[in-house]
């Protein structure tokens, strides 16, 4: 039996709202879907309970936040509205919470859903809780940063939700080297019914404070996200490698990441998988441990809802419209007055009842409004994300046609090669194998570290810069053809030392036998001048003095990795192979800089 790990218990209150997600940039930036095994018509009033609870103490600005049905207005910028829907027996089967709050910066709208399977249906969950946080910049959403609310821990610690065969936790559950717990974490990540990412951290071999006060930071923040597990010893590590195998092991002090569809029978599976490792987990200067929170979270917003939840509609208020009208039918019929002072009493009671009314009307009219004018925003959202997603798509089919053109080429030359040998009697040349290339690196940081494989280019470039492109979820791509791009920068260098007279991109339109050649559409050796007017001191990164006595030099000479999305990394260099270093210093991996087509 798995249990929660007391060593990882928080030692302080943390803020109410978590700091660490990224900018806005959809309408959606935090969902989860929890899944409540074996609940009954309680869930309800824990639900209510802990969500009016945690809007009474949300900075202390709504102490007075009512728990019953309909529109309230908390003050004059936040509505808090509340709807249950109920069964033929008059028994509520689903709740909706929703917390609308207008500032100058955003709208921001919180929702807490909740729904009970109804009797005769076959679900696969008994009830499912969802809590969603939207945000609707009022201008420039840069500086926006929305937190995960607060209230999904509380949740998660009140109704014990499952994921597939696992379950959620506020706390890391501790795996010993106990031959069942073991084998019950890796069931649990090769779950095909896991909806959320499981994250996997194994404690340090020595005893190190820093590791385990950003454990106690991080896994709480993961909470409702993910799945929360924790290697006990250096023996539960031992045993969770044999077990699971050595492309998916978690080494000491390292945190690693399982998406779905884990399968530890095939090794390239590994990559997807993606860990922080023991050495940036105890750096104090590295940031990356952050990152773990916001990918749990990027991964469970954009994981499909149950089917519970997908269905669920809540309509207009027919009961509260129908005590409006039958309060409007209910007034006094004018009668003959005894005098003058009774007539005026008279008229102004119902002035006042039908000034009710219409201040009612009023307010509903406009709440219409607002959520109206939100759902336009939302409908906006959704088909930019769908015109994204068509988009990558294509983009991927590409990156793949041009992978499968380039490797058909390369087989049809190893062919002719072959073929010319074998005709020039050279069996045994025709026939050896080749050298095995390095393998393809599996993020920035992995290729980090193996930078040193390259000894004609010399890298000057920031390594947190180039680290931080491992967050994008394309970062496995571009990690390769980063390696392939140093790989030719390197080859050209040698070439380049050996007579080649040109410059690399001549060196990419006709490669030497033998050379690691580059795409030259890929190339760009030199900026625009309005590009370099605006933005040229974005182009200057470290060199050795011996280059430029200031120590930095402008590189407008970049290698392409992407050509899409706002990312689209870039590898500036500077070719000094004729100077004095005779290398190409690379000054910078990461993020496409500012030109004069960037927003």
């Not at 991927?396 to 490797?407: C, F, H, I």
Request: proline residues 7%; aromatic residues 6%; negative net charge.
């Amino acid at each position: 039996m798995l249990t929660t790990s007391a060593s990882l218990l928080p030692t302080r209150p943390r803020p109410a709202e978590d700091s660490s997600a990224p900018g806005v940039h959809d309408q959606l930036v935090f969902r989860t879907a929890l899944t409540v095994p074996d609940a009954d018509r309680s869930l309800f009033e824990a639900v209510r309970s802990e969500t009016i609870t945690w809007i009474k103490t949300k900075q202390n600005r709504y102490p007075d936040a009512p728990s019953t049905s309909g529109v309230h207005h908390l003050d004059a910028t936040t509505v808090l509205t509340s709807q249950s829907r109920y069964d033929e027996k008059g028994a509520e089967w689903a709740l909706r919470i929703q917390l609308r709050e207008d500032r100058p910066e955003a709208t921001w709208r919180t929702t807490v859903t909740a729904v009970l399977a109804l009797p005769g249906t076959e679900p696969t969950a008994a009830a499912a809780v969802a809590v969603a946080l939207e945000c609707f910049p009022n201008g420039n959403p840069e500086g926006l940063r929305p937190g995960r609310p607060a209230i999904v821990e509380k949740l998660v610690a009140k109704l014990r939700p499952v994921d597939g065969c696992g379950r959620l936790t506020v706390h890391a559950l501790q795996v010993t080297r106990a031959r069942a717990q073991v084998n019950d974490l890796i069931e649990v990540l090769c779950d095909p019914d896991r909806h959320h990412p499981v994250v996997v951290a194994a404690r340090t071999t020595d005893p190190d404070p820093l590791w385990s006060r950003r454990m106690r930071q991080v896994m709480p923040q993961c909470a409702g996200s993910a799945g929360l597990y924790l290697l006990a010893d250096e023996a539960a590590v031992d045993a969770f490698r044999r077990e699971i195998g050595e492309h998916h092991r978690v080494a000491p002090g390292a945190v690693r990441t399982f998406l779905t569809g884990t399968d530890p029978a095939w090794p390239p599976d590994a990559a997807r998988h993606r860990f922080v490792s023991p050495a940036r987990m105890r750096d104090p200067a590295d940031r990356a441990w952050n990152a773990i929170a916001r990918a749990a979270q990027r991964h469970a917003t954009q994981a499909p809802i149950p089917q519970l939840l997908r269905d669920l509609r809540f309509p207009d208020d027919e009961a509260a419209t129908q005590r409006r009208r039958d309060a409007l039918t209910a007034v006094p019929q004018p009668r003959v007055p005894d005098d003058t002072l009774n007539e005026i009493r008279h008229l102004r009671e119902e002035n006042a009842l039908l000034l009710g009314l219409l201040r009612t009307a009023d307010e509903e009219i406009e709440e219409k409004r607002t959520s109206t004018r939100l759902a336009e925003r939302t409908t906006a959202s959704l088909e930019d994300q769908l015109a994204r997603a068509r988009q990558e798509s294509l983009h991927n089919l590409q990156d793949a046609v041009e992978a499968l053109e380039e490797a058909q080429r390369a087989q049809t030359e190893a062919n002719q090669l072959r073929s010319r040998l074998y005709q020039q009697g050279r069996h045994e040349d025709a026939t050896a194998p080749v050298d095995e290339p390095h393998p393809l690196p599996t993020s920035f940081e992995e290729l980090w570290d193996r930078r040193e494989t390259f000894t004609r280019v010399l890298l000057t470039a920031d390594r947190e810069t180039c680290i931080d492109l491992d967050d994008n979820d394309r970062a496995r791509v571009w990690a390769g053809k980063a390696w392939v791009a140093l790989r030719a920068l390197d080859s050209y260098a040698e070439q380049a030392q050996s007579g080649f007279k040109g410059a690399f991109y001549d060196f990419c339109t006709a490669p030497l036998p033998g050379a690691q050649g580059w795409p030259a559409k890929q190339v760009a050796m030199a900026e625009g001048s309005a590009t370099m007017d605006q933005f040229g001191g974005q182009r200057v990164f470290p060199v050795p003095e011996t280059v430029d006595p200031s120590g930095q030099a402008v590189m407008e000479a970049h290698l392409k990795l992407d050509s899409k999305g706002a990312t689209s990394p870039r590898v500036h260099f500077l070719d000094d192979t004729k100077g004095t270093t005779q290398k190409i210093i690379v000054g910078y991996i990461g993020p496409h800089l500012r030109n004069t087509k960037t927003n």
